[in-house]
């Protein structure tokens, strides 16, 4: 192993680098022309071909400098003939669904520029897109191990023709449990390959796979892995009780900038969320009870700036990357000194500047002082109130009190909201009036499905079954027919209904919103079918 330790790089450009010209003009497009410090260390080496480990800690610029050298080298030296269903050239291994998504979006306008095609694949969410793009073919797959390796199995796709591969935040796959599924992955892909491992720590079995996938690798260090960043203000807030610490909460989130809370749990998380949203704080939470269709919309709601504040479970802590993040409250603590590092690392990215804020109560301190002494943070606690200067000056300019909605909806795992009263779809509403289940925001009765209403329209010996009773179940008492949408009652169709749901307030998988213009409830028209209608209530119980 070949040993380049760097604390601070000298000022180069990308093109002095051996970037390409048309990369080169991808990044100043976007206004990037400077090259962060583990840019400048690996590109060389990256861009040559050679195996690299780099170490860096969190906002230093990897994904950029492991995006850069598999384009150009694909798009280059490497370029292949006709484009393979299931076969690709490059592989990018990400611990978290939303770190595979933002690599995406980072990798893929780079690779526009010599015409290749890359795809996102993860659980969470039906497998028949990302096969599809397998089939059609793709340059560049950028994975989750987990599904990744299902569709190994079922035989969609195969790692024989990888030319690149690169493992991203190799610590955090070894942390939730992934070495030994990405061992068995890179071990589908050519040894002659190349092999990029970035990771903060070489510690919890990543050696291993470094020893055993990466020969002759150049070893780059930028800085101390679990190092403070810089540009980082830490600060320690304690209050006398959790009646004043909420209180406090609510105040620090009240700015107009981006910031974001973590707690402990996904309860808290999802309750916080909820609290915010009451006292006329737009918010969305994100935590692992959501579905992946309400992670995502909620992280683009917060990456697009219709909300400011995120509230977090540490799934949040590594691969969620979104600029100009002032504030980083810890309203819970995290366990140990590593997750705050990660935690704090969501601001202060890129060069910027960030505030990060502990919230601690008297019991709290003596454990809070020995987690601060490991991550080398040297921080005084602060007795503060809510007039406070320097509470103030973190809140900075308040932003407009935004009013909660008419009827804010909390879903669990039952599927879609219902509109002004109506609840989820096959099981009974939570917020609705009446307990609806329908789909058209109408409130009113819950549909049961196609074949819940066959099913009953036989036994009562009626032509047509609609909606379902008012709580969402079935009873012995004969229906009328309520197929036709009425202006007080649910759908009983169980027709075409759009997955998903309008932006403007939908969630599913327990996500908390109630910020939308029409009252929180969806647009969508339509029923849903039995299995999902069957499925529903067993999942929310979960949540």
Request: net charge positive; charged share 20%; with cysteine.
């Amino acid at each position: 192993m070949t040993i380049d330790s760097t604390l601070e790089a000298p000022t180069t450009s990308f093109a002095a680098l051996g970037v390409p010209a048309p990369l080169v003009a991808k990044l100043a497009a976007t206004g990037i022309d400077s090259p962060f410090p583990i840019q400048v260390d690996t590109l060389p080496d990256t861009l040559a071909g050679r195996d690299v480990l780099g170490r860096g800690k969190t906002g230093s610029g990897k994904t950029l400098a492991f995006s850069l050298p598999m384009v150009a080298r694909l798009g280059g030296a490497l370029a292949g003939g006709k484009r393979r269903p299931g076969r690709p050239l490059g592989l990018i291994l990400a611990p978290t669904r939303e770190l595979a998504t933002q690599i995406t979006a980072v990798l893929q306008p780079l690779a526009d520029a010599y015409g290749l095609k890359s795809t996102t694949i993860f659980g969470g969410v039906s497998q028949q897109r990302q096969v599809a793009a397998l089939k059609a073919g793709v340059d560049i797959v950028v994975a989750c191990p987990g599904r990744l390796e299902d569709l190994m199995k079922q035989g969609f796709v195969s790692l024989d023709a990888v030319e690149i591969t690169v493992l991203d935040e190799a610590d955090h796959m070894a942390d939730l449990g992934f070495l030994p599924v990405v061992t068995r992955i890179l071990s589908k892909t050519p040894e002659n390959g190349q092999r990029l491992l970035f990771s903060a720590t070489l510690d919890n079995g990543v050696d291993k796979i470094v020893n055993r996938f990466l020969h002759n690798e150049v070893l780059h260090s930028v800085d101390e892995a679990n190092s403070p960043v810089a540009a980082m203000t830490h600060h320690v807030f304690e209050v006398s009780d959790a009646e004043a610490k909420t209180a406090l909460v609510k105040k620090l989130a009240s700015g107009t900038g981006r910031r974001i809370l973590f707690m402990r749990t996904k309860h808290h998380a999802k309750k916080l969320a909820r609290q915010l949203i009451d006292a006329g704080i737009p918010a969305v939470d994100l935590h692992g009870n959501l579905s992946q269709v309400a992670r995502d919309r909620n992280l683009a709601a917060f990456s697009a700036g219709d909300v400011s504040v995120l509230v977090a479970t540490d799934v949040a802590a590594r691969g969620v990357h979104v600029d100009d993040i002032e504030l980083v409250i810890h309203v819970d603590p995290p366990a140990e000194h590593k997750a705050y590092l990660h935690r704090s690392g969501r601001t202060a990215r890129a060069g910027s500047a960030g505030d990060v804020v502990t919230i601690i109560i008297p019991g709290q301190r003596k454990d809070l002082e020995q987690l601060m002494r490991k991550a080398a943070i040297k921080v005084t606690p602060e007795r503060v109130s809510l007039d406070s200067p320097s509470v103030d000056a973190l809140v900075g300019e308040v932003a407009a009190y935004v009013k909660p909605s008419d009827a804010p909806v909390t879903l669990t795992g039952g599927g879609r909201s219902g509109g002004n009263g109506g609840g989820g779809q096959g099981g009974r509403g939570r917020n609705g009036g009446g307990g609806g289940g329908s789909r058209n925001g109408q409130g009113g009765g819950g549909s049961q499905g196609a074949n819940a209403q066959r099913k009953r329209a036989a036994r009562d010996g009626s032509g047509s079954a609609g909606g379902a009773s008012a709580g969402g179940y079935g009873s012995d008492r004969p229906r009328r027919d309520r197929s036709a949408q009425g202006a007080g009652g649910g759908s009983g169709s169980a027709g075409n209904a759009r997955r998903g749901g309008q932006p403007s307030g939908t969630r599913t998988g327990g996500s908390t919103v109630a910020w939308s213009s029409n009252g929180g409830g969806a647009n969508n028209t339509g029923a849903t079918s039995a299995p999902r209608a069957r499925r529903a209530a067993p999942r929310r119980a979960q949540g």
